[in-house]
Nanobody, 114 residues
């Protein structure tokens, strides 16, 4: 079955960086668009970024454009989210999503605080 396992979250100071990873299994990873979402306390889950099969096309929420970069490695079956210039408002649980299957990872907590 489809399995998505996120890692790389943690506590970071404002202006810092983190790289999230999502290891996928149970499907032919290279054939599907992958996404990152996030959910802050008391807020709805929102799309952060997505990347198409070969990485040829990406899209970002306005709030993260120029700071976050989504990428993928179709050999390692892994999608990444490089997050730079982090702000306190980026604090959230970040989820990996395989939209075709409607499958979510368990999430990884990112906290941006001094």
């Amino acid at each position: 079955q489809v399995q998505l396992v996120e890692s790389g979250g943690g506590l970071v100071q404002p202006g810092g960086s983190l790289r999230l990873s999502c290891a996928a299994s149970g499907f032919t990873f290279s054939r599907y668009t992958m996404s990152w979402y996030r959910q802050a306390p008391g807020k709805e889950r929102e799309l952060v970024a997505f990347i198409t099969t070969t990485g040829g096309s990406t899209n970002y929420a306005d709030s993260v454009k120029g700071r976050f970069t989504i990428s993928r490695d179709n050999v390692k079956n892994t999608v990444y989210l490089q997050m730079n210039s982090l702000k306190p408002e980026d604090t959230a649980v970040y989820y990996c999503y395989a939209g075709y299957f409607g499958s979510w990872g368990q999430g990884t907590q990112v906290t941006v605080s001094s």
